[in-house]
């Protein structure tokens, strides 16, 4: 199973949640989920193909929930729909608990909170300034590692150079003449 998360709660509970999803209803752990935040909607939908290796999961943001709580329930239960999607079974073959995506919290998700990733506070002047000195420090030094490598390059180059013109000066200079005049 792999998990493509694109929204703000954390990777290593989604993929905690799903795979016990998937455990519970005995489902090929072969699969990719795809994980979006919803835009301006409270609502969690998702989407899987018949008998394929994909779902596609939207979970509302925290700014889009407009004080509505977080319903891991729904969640839950709408994974479990496409979860039987993947499965191979149609509506018309879902109880309408399933079909329906209702009910309470499944055994399986019991204890496992879905929770949004740490805020990252922003870079301080000095730890920008001090990025910038690491890399000028490093492109520094790939330019000197280059204008060594160019240096070595002209030595054997211009040594070629001079070989030749002494070659070409040794076979322009007197011929010898054939049986000794």
Do not use: C
Request: no cysteine; hydrophobic share 35%; net charge positive.
């Amino acid at each position: 199973m792999r998990v493509f998360n694109k929204t703000e709660y954390r990777t290593d509970d989604l993929k905690k949640f799903f795979r016990a999803g998937i455990r519970a209803l005995s489902a090929s752990p072969k699969l990719w989920i795809h994980v979006y935040p919803t835009r301006g909607n409270p609502r969690t939908h998702g989407r899987a193909g018949f008998n394929s290796n994909w779902v596609e999961m939207w979970i509302p943001r925290s700014e889009d929930l407009r004080g509505l709580p977080f319903d891991l329930a729904t969640i839950a239960r709408i994974f479990e729909h496409e979860l039987y999607h993947h499965m191979g079974v149609e509506h018309k073959d879902m109880t309408e608990e399933v079909n329906y995506a209702m009910g309470e919290l499944p055994k399986w998700a019991q204890g496992l909170p879905i929770r949004p990733k740490p805020t990252k506070s922003a870079p301080s002047v000095e730890d920008k300034v001090m990025g910038k000195l690491i890399h000028a420090r490093d492109l520094l030094k790939t330019w000197e590692t280059k204008s060594r490598r160019v240096a070595t390059g002209l030595k054997k180059w211009k040594r070629r150079v001079r070989y030749y013109e002494r070659s070409l000066v040794q076979l322009a200079g007197p011929k010898k003449k054939k049986n000794g005049r």
